[in-house]
């Protein structure tokens, strides 16, 4: 079947900190990984995306994702967390057999000490 | 300049009254989608169109019904809405290209049931 594991609900870091969120997937063919954040009241913004090719990919706000077949993991970082970063962030799968369906991931709310 | 646009933002209804939600977007797109967000939960896909081809989810209850009159309008029709109900609706499109495109996210209807 397929799934997203994001183990981790709430994440809390100082700023300036770096960050590291972690998401799992189970897709039988070939996946696509996202990672999307929310912000409080707000709809999904896209972070970055991974179809193929380079296994670490570069997103917006100075994210990073890297895949990793192997573990079957599709992990956020950032190495300096900024306060406007607190939000929900989820990891979502998807694939060309998906017929354009995304599956997300519970997501992890991330908090930011000052 | 908003491209999936969502009203209203914030949706109260009473329990069993009907209540209908709307979306509209700028994109052209070929797919939307409507997805249910429960407080603390995964996005979830109720159903999607490509163009005018309906796509419902095996899970997603009767209660729930859309129409797409046109490229750019769709709503989320729910009969009989009960408590359960309460949830973020948001609707999405995405160009429909079968490499899973980016979805782009409206702000999201917040449905309160009374």
């Known amino acids: 079947a397929q799934s997203v594991t994001q183990p981790d609900i709430h994440i809390t870091v100082s700023e300036g900190a770096s960050l590291e969120l972690r998401c799992n997937y189970s897709y039988g063919a070939t996946p696509y990984l996202f990672w999307y954040v929310q912000s409080p009241g707000q709809g999904l913004q896209l972070l970055l995306k991974?179809?193929?090719?380079?296994?670490l990919v570069q997103g917006i706000k100075g994210f990073e994702a890297e895949f990793k077949r192997s573990q079957s993991s599709f992990n956020l970082r950032k190495p300096s967390v900024h306060w406007s970063d607190a939000a929900e962030y989820f990891c979502?799968?998807?694939?060309?057999?998906?017929?354009?369906?995304?599956?997300f991931g519970s997501g992890t709310r991330l908090l930011v000490r000052p | 300049d908003a491209m999936v646009i969502q009203n209203p933002r914030y949706q109260v209804t009473q329990f069993g009254k009907p209540v209908t939600l709307s979306c509209s977007q700028t994109l052209n797109h070929n797919v939307m989608y409507w997805y249910q967000q429960k407080s603390s939960q995964a996005p979830k896909l109720l159903f999607h169109y490509y163009d005018k081809d309906f796509n419902n989810e095996a899970d997603t209850p009767d209660n729930f019904q859309s129409r797409r009159p046109n490229t750019s309008f769709c709503f989320l029709d729910i009969r009989s809405p009960g408590l359960g109900d309460a949830a973020m609706y948001l609707c999405a499109t995405s160009r429909g290209d079968r490499d899973n495109e980016k979805l782009f996210f409206g702000s999201g209807t917040q449905l309160s049931v009374l």
């Open positions: 979502a799968v998807g694939g060309m057999d998906s017929s354009y369906k995304l599956i």
């Open positions: 991974y179809f193929s090719g380079d296994t």
